[in-house]
């Protein structure tokens, strides 16, 4: 939970300047946060649950979700350009610098959680 709120927070201090610096492209960055912050809660959440599971379940639980978790972003993101209610070029970026956060505190947590359960 610790790691939820700490993400959370450096998140939104980064998404708040990101908004002062380009006050135009405020949905763009909001709606690729919101996708990528779902995506990394749902990460989170079942690598925590199935973490202690035998390998092959949990390979498959973290794989097999990975790929529909893949697919739903990449699905979103289509609809929203596609559609327009969206920028392009902005809401990529802010989806890739996003996405690239998210997946090192999904990495960190998931360290620090076999820490844990090897101490």
């Known amino acids: 939970m610790r790691f ?41 959440l079942v690598s925590k649950k199935y973490f202690n599971a035998i390998n092959s379940i949990f390979y498959t639980m973290i794989y097999g979700t990975m790929f529909l978790r893949f697919i739903l972003m990449l699905t979103s993101m289509l609809i929203l350009i596609l ?26 947590s998931l360290l620090i959680l076999n820490k844990v359960t090897n101490d």
């Open 83 to 108: 559609n327009g209610y969206v920028n392009m070029v902005p809401f990529f970026l802010s989806f890739m610098a996003f996405y690239v956060l998210f997946q090192i505190f999904e990495i960190n």
């Open 4 to 44: 939820l709120i700490f993400l959370f927070v450096i998140l939104v201090m980064v998404i708040s300047s990101a908004m002062s610096f380009w006050p135009e492209y405020q949905k763009d960055f909001l709606i690729s946060f919101l996708i990528n912050f779902a995506n990394a809660v749902i990460g989170y």
